[in-house]
């Protein structure tokens, strides 16, 4: 039976943590320290030692959630958005043009000191290939002129332009070039061609026998 002295403090329980140099539930001299602790994932909210000071305890902390000690991890081909460390912080991954997050995870959150949730990823866009203009031809712009697109070519990045020419005898009507911009071209539709006509011009110089007859005197 443990006797009571006048200035003793009872050591007490920690939620979700302990007492790591003495135990809970027994009684201490005055001016002695104790030193809480907390399980995996969570810290104290106040790190100053617990002092027993005449019967009453300097502080009592509690153990909370930990921050994340470091950012979110980070994106290739993208980038990431983030206020907070704190426990529930939020991260949010854009990626950049040209790019499409694969996935619906769009997040990360900071649970208890790490960074939880499937990273996304960024993919690269690619534009349909074109296809073929009635009457007229499809040309990719590329570093050396313009050539033809072939069936073939099926990787057409984002930034890519093309070019739209008709035959000879035919115009274009619409869009004269496109560019792929995130996977899809724009504008978005093609133009035509259609023949051209020409115009009728007006007579210069009439044969003798249009001419209106001379008037007589």
């Known amino acids: 039976m443990h006797l009571f002295f006048p200035g003793q403090c009872l050591v007490p329980g920690i939620e979700k943590g302990s007492i790591t140099n003495g135990i809970e ?26 002092r027993c000071n005449n019967g009453t305890w300097t502080i009592i902390p509690r ?17 990431r958005v983030f206020f907070r460390l704190s426990h529930n912080a939020r991260a949010r991954y854009y990626c950049m043009a040209g790019y499409e997050l694969v996935g619906d995870n769009k997040y990360m959150t900071c649970k208890n000191g790490k960074w939880t949730g499937n990273r996304p990823s960024c993919k690269e866009d ?6 073929t ?6 040309l990719k712009n590329g570093s050396n002129g313009k050539f033809d697109f072939h069936p073939y070519i099926v990787s057409i990045k984002h930034g890519e332009r093309l070019t739209y020419e008709c035959k000879r005898n035919y115009k274009l009507v619409g869009p004269r070039g496109a560019a792929c ?5 724009s504008p978005s539709h093609k133009p035509k061609c259609v023949e051209a006509r020409h115009p009728v011009f007006r007579k210069i110089f009439y044969p003798h026998q249009e ?3 001379a008037r007589m005197y």
């Open 25 to 50: 539930g027994v009684w201490v001299d005055d001016s002695t320290t104790v030193l809480p602790g907390c399980d995996n994932g969570l810290v104290l909210n106040d790190s100053r030692p617990m």
């Open 63 to 79: 153990c909370v959630p930990a921050a994340c000690n470091s950012p979110p991890p980070l994106l290739e081909n993208g980038h």
């Open 126 to 131: 690619h534009c349909d290939n074109p296809g």
């Open 133 to 138: 203009l009635k009457n007229g031809k499809i």
């Open 181 to 185: 911009v995130n996977g899809k071209w």
């Open 211 to 213: 001419r209106a007859p």
